[in-house]
């Protein structure tokens, strides 16, 4: 089997913050295939975000620091790389789209010079082709008229016509991996189903993998091949999307997905529910993070927190109950 | 509330409402355009209904919502409050309705007093209407605060020593605190995490039950519309294109917005294969809507008369229900 594009081994990240430090991400490892789009999945913090930054080494700084594991992009160690090499990385090899277009570009610049911007720094190009090259990506991105919105700024366009031209901006050096925060929660439905066919397509022209970060479970399963599921900083489960969605193991996912109301659900029946909030970063449980909410929670649940397990070839659990759970559901899904 | 259910008036109508806001233009200011966010509206709510109102974002159903709670004083058209017209008054007139009529907002940390005690915000209503004295009032805050589900507690703290949900819980106990007959909920779960969602969701489910409420329930999620609403009606630049309970609307849509609004949804299932229609563009703007029909510019379905006539929300020859604003079906 080929090495995986991204390999994140053991991924801790911590913040000081006024009351003391906190583990944000705590211990997380996931992969990506080439050409393959992994789907992060989460409440509010529970560090998928955190998880991208640190990949991309944008951890606002002071504050944010890796403090273990590595993050592999072909064989090369990225926690630890000069930050100079990571400047030719960001927008080369990895490019990121976030949540809310209108602050992730500068409203002062047009859209044509923040554009060939990236073509210029990363691609040594004249500056006559970095505009030919941006016009281009704009058309590419579906943006009529490109050579008109190379001139506007960005509050002329609209919502998703700035999302697209930050992926044309993520995507200008034709990067191996996209990184997409959230990119669609700030939009309207067929506005967000216009931006993921767009992301889908250009994946498939281009041949990158994708990581797509978002709390939405139905995006992850329309979008994506795997599925990592975080809580309070850690991977709860992980798999493909099929068998996390078909045979949800961990409690924390079979909750989110029973909570979800559906199309097809019966009008005003009452929903599942998980009881109780996430616990704070700054008092986690020595067990298990997920336990107080559990309703399978048992005595070893609170001692210890429990290891990653797998099920089935890629399909692995955090949860030391997991076992007695299936056959509690035998062929759930 | 039983009164009301007895004689068959609806708990609210709106007839042909247009609330239309001034766009001010140049150095003088001058009033040039108008920005018709809501343009001819008409809807009934009966007793105890949940009207569910979906439509993306700027086209026109918040600002429906506060026309209904008359927080805005619309340009035209009428609102009937149990058959009594409150469209023009005010001023003292318009506090009784105010009883009645109550709002439950989206972000439940701008809707709520940073400064203010969890009991000072909850009560805040009994207050302005002069009801009970304090020692009734704290009472009361403390039944409200079971009723959604925080501790008694509470009543001593402040709105960030809470979770969004929490928060929510709060915003619903001040709109619940004068019995009020109907709630407008103007997107009351979109800012929160789906497991906090679905316990908030049941908590208005459970609490129409409990008192009889109606709602007029707004958001751009037609999944949760759907789960809470009997009936759905789907808005498109500040106008009603469908409306039918929600069954109907979810399987046997007509319009084609609402038709590509539904397969522009993302579902939670890695088997389940979409055919979808990708809308072309962007909602047009509401200052300058599209001559006839004002999804002519968008629509897969278009047709020589769409972009000069405009349709009219017409009842389905074949079913009296299901209402539809499309050249389509007349």
């Known amino acids: ?333 | 509330m039983a009164d009301n259910q007895a004689n068959g008036t609806p708990i609210l109508q709106v007839r042909d409402l247009k609330m239309h806001f001034p766009v001010k233009e140049g150095i003088l200011l001058r009033t040039g355009k108008f920005n018709k966010a809501v343009d001819g509206v008409s809807l009934e709510i009966q007793p105890g209904e949940t009207l569910g109102l979906v439509g993306e974002s700027g086209c026109g159903k918040s600002t429906l919502g506060r026309c209904v709670t008359r927080l805005y004083q619309p340009t035209d058209g009428r609102i009937l409050f149990e058959g009594t017209d409150i469209t023009n008054i005010n001023g003292k007139e318009l506090m009784p309705f105010r009883q009645d009529i109550q709002m439950i907002f989206q972000d439940p940390m701008e809707s709520l007093n940073a400064r203010h005690t969890v009991g000072d915000i909850i009560q805040e209503p009994l207050v302005v209407q002069k009801i009970g004295d304090k020692a009734s009032r704290q009472k009361r805050v403390k039944e409200l605060l079971d009723t959604v589900g925080l501790p008694a507690r509470s009543v001593t703290r402040y709105p960030f020593e809470f979770s969004g949900g929490q928060r929510q819980r709060i915003g619903i106990a001040r709109s619940i605190a004068l019995n009020p007959k109907l709630i407008v909920c103007d997107e009351p779960v979109s800012a929160l995490d789906v497991s906090i969602q679905s316990q908030i969701l049941n908590l208005l489910i459970e609490l129409q039950k409990e008192f009889s409420l109606s709602y007029l329930f707004i958001a751009h999620d037609l999944a949760v519309v759907k789960h809470i609403s009997d009936r759905i009606a789907i808005m498109y630049l500040g106008k009603i294109v469908e409306s039918s309970d929600g069954e109907t609307v979810y399987r046997e849509a007509r319009h084609p917005y609402t038709q590509s609004l539904i397969s522009a949804i993302p579902v939670p299932d890695p088997h389940h294969k979409t055919e979808r229609q990708v809308l072309i563009g962007d909602v047009p703007s509401p200052i300058n809507p599209p001559s006839g029909c004002s999804f002519h510019t968008r629509c897969p379905k278009v047709m020589g008369e769409c972009s000069s006539q405009q349709p009219n929300l017409i009842p389905l020859a074949d079913a009296e229900e299901h209402q539809v604003s499309c050249h389509l079906y007349s």
């Not at chain 1, 090499?85 to 570009?105: C, D, H, S």
């Not at chain 1, 050096?173 to 066919?197: F, M």
């Not at chain 1, 559906?262 to 067990?287: C, F």
């Not at chain 1, 005595?299 to 429990?306: D, E």
């Open chain 1, 1 to 333: 089997m080929p090495e995986p594009l991204l390999t994140v081994d053991n991924l801790i990240t911590e913040f000081d913050t006024d009351e003391g430090r906190v583990r944000a991400v705590d211990d997380v490892s996931f992969a990506v295939e080439a050409g393959e789009t992994v789907g992060i999945v989460g409440e509010s913090g529970c560090g998928k975000s955190v998880t991208a930054l640190s990949i991309m080494r944008l951890l606002p700084q002071p504050m944010g620091q890796i403090v273990g594991g590595e993050i592999r992009l072909q064989g090369e160690e990225l926690t630890r790389v000069e930050l100079s090499r990571m400047e030719k990385i960001r927008g080369n090899e990895i490019g990121m789209v976030f949540q809310e277009p209108m602050t992730a570009l500068n409203p002062v610049h047009t859209i044509g010079r923040q554009l060939s911007e990236v073509l210029f720094l990363h691609k040594k190009i004249d500056k006559e082709q970095a505009l030919k090259e941006s016009i281009a990506m704009l058309d590419k991105v579906g943006i009529p008229s490109p050579d008109v919105r190379m001139g506007e700024y960005p509050h002329q366009l609209s919502g998703g016509m700035r999302q697209r031209v930050v992926i044309a901006m993520a995507l200008a050096c034709q990067p191996k991996l996209l990184i997409a925060d959230e990119p669609t929660t700030a939009l309207d439905v067929t506005i967000q189903a216009q931006i993921l066919e767009l992301i889908k397509d250009l994946q498939n022209e281009l041949g990158m993998s994708v990581i797509l970060i978002t709390h939405d479970l139905g995006v992850i399963a329309e979008t994506s091949q795997s599925v990592v599921v975080m809580y309070a900083g850690k991977v709860a489960e992980k798999g493909s999307v099929f068998d996390v969605f078909d045979n949800p193991t961990h409690p924390y996912t079979q909750g989110l997905l029973a909570s979800i109301p559906r199309l097809g659900t019966e009008p005003k029946s009452i929903l599942s529910t998980i009881d109780g909030m996430v616990p704070g970063l700054l008092d986690l449980p020595t067990g298990c993070r997920f336990e107080n909410r559990c309703s399978h929670h048992q005595q070893i649940c609170t001692q210890s927190p429990p290891p990653i397990e797998q099920i089935v070839e890629q399909h692995q659990v955090s949860c030391f109950e997991w076992r007695n759970i299936q056959q509690e559901l035998p062929g759930s899904g």
